[in-house]
């Protein structure tokens, strides 16, 4: 028998049927800025050949994971990015897959070092 999906999401707000942003785009729009940035940070963290550029980039990396989770929390406390609970055996399922895919991309044992 199917279960009925649970969302956890605090109750959201009225919204303004004004055309100016409001307080939910803006949020949507930093997090989404700050989603790319982290990326961008990223990806120049591991490109960096000079250490102390290297250890500037992983600081600047850290504050920018920070600034998201923030701008997350914000943005669930308001109702504005409800989560879905998934049945137990639908994530199992999921791990277990994820789990063979990588298993069959890693070499063997013994030949990392």
Same mark, same amino acid.
Do not use: C
């Given at each position: ?8 999401? %605090? ?5 303004? %049927?004004? %055309?100016?942003? @409001?307080?939910?785009? &803006? ?7 700050? /989603?790319?940035?982290?990326? +961008?940070?990223?990806?120049?963290? #591991? ?20 600034? =998201?989770?923030?701008?997350? @929390? ?5 109702? #504005?990015?409800? &989560?879905? =609970?998934?049945?137990?055996? /639908? ?5 277990? !897959?994820?789990?063979? /895919?990588? /298993?069959?991309?890693?070499? %063997?044992? +013994?030949?990392? !070092?």
């Amino acid at each position: 028998m199917a279960q009925a999906r649970t969302t956890i999401s %605090p109750p959201a707000p009225a919204e303004s %049927p004004s %055309p100016a942003m @409001n307080d939910r785009d &803006i949020a949507n729009a930093l997090l989404a800025l700050e /989603k790319s940035l982290t990326s +961008g940070l990223n990806i120049t963290a #591991w490109e960096a050949s000079n250490d102390a550029l290297h250890q500037d980039l992983m600081n600047m990396l850290q504050d920018s994971h920070q600034a =998201v989770r923030r701008i997350y @929390n914000f943005m669930f406390a308001q109702g #504005w990015y409800p &989560i879905d =609970v998934e049945e137990q055996a /639908k994530v199992d399922e999921a791990f277990s !897959q994820f789990d063979q /895919k990588l /298993k069959g991309e890693l070499p %063997p044992q +013994g030949m990392l !070092q």
